[in-house]
């Protein structure tokens, strides 16, 4: 595997479900991110992880819930989410402090549907 | 507040050239990117601008106007494959991406 992993690519659930969304990194960064992305909405960041630990928090509802056991994998574990959280809920990753920048890599995603 | 702005769509023919605009305003600024993405697939990195200027990357080039708060993407001898929506990003005073909303961009034969 190469690159930036998500599973699965597609997942529907109910609202009453508690289901967990995985990435991995193989390129050897030391950044994590979870991305929300709605049609015609700009990245929404959820969740930046750097050294596994969490150093950004969004304001995202506690119905969503990230863990980063170590740098390579990142988790989004979610739990009684509303229809309006149907999105493409995307994963990268970066080299922080990286020179000149850190650019990010993005996983494929995970098109979730709440029904 | 934060913002970027892009053209929500942009239709070209194929062979043509397309300039893709980007306007923001930031609280500080520490880069430009722009990002391609295929409809259900991952972001991808086409350029990073601090300078002023333009940066070409065989057809795909990349202006900057820092004074101005404008970029531009400008993709040359359009191909059916350049159909996808480009993302422009803006890195803020704190070093975190502010993202548009992303240019979806039609090429017709």
């Known amino acids: 595997e190469t690159g930036v992993t998500q599973t699965p690519r597609h997942l529907v659930m109910g609202m009453t479900n508690k289901k967990s969304l995985k990435c991995e990194q193989h390129?050897?960064?030391?950044?994590m991110y979870w991305y929300k992305q709605s049609a015609k909405k700009p990245l929404e960041l959820m969740f930046v992880?750097?050294?596994?630990?969490?150093?950004e928090n969004n304001s995202v509802p506690s119905r969503f819930s990230p863990e980063c056991p170590n740098s390579s994998h990142l988790f989004l574990h979610l739990h009684t989410l509303q229809p309006e959280d149907s999105a493409l809920y995307l994963c990268a990753s970066s080299q922080e402090g990286a020179d000149p920048f850190n650019e990010q890599f993005f996983g494929p995603g995970t098109r979730l549907t709440v029904l | 507040g934060q913002n970027i702005d892009q053209p929500t769509e942009m239709t070209a023919t194929e062979g043509a050239i397309v300039q893709i605009n980007c306007t923001y305003q930031?609280?500080?600024?520490?880069?430009l990117f722009w990002y391609q993405q295929h409809a259900g697939e991952a972001p991808t990195f086409l350029s990073y601008n601090v300078l002023d200027g333009l940066e070409e990357k065989g057809r795909f080039s990349s202006f900057l106007s820092r004074s101005k708060g404008y970029s531009y993407l400008l993709l040359k001898e359009l191909q059916m494959k350049d159909s996808a929506s480009y993302l422009c990003a803006v890195v803020d005073s704190n070093y975190q991406l502010i993202w548009g909303a992303g240019t979806k961009l039609i090429i017709k034969p």
């Open positions: 992880y750097s050294l596994e630990e969490r150093v």
């Open positions: 390129l050897g960064h030391n950044a």
């Open positions: 930031t609280s500080g600024f520490n880069g």
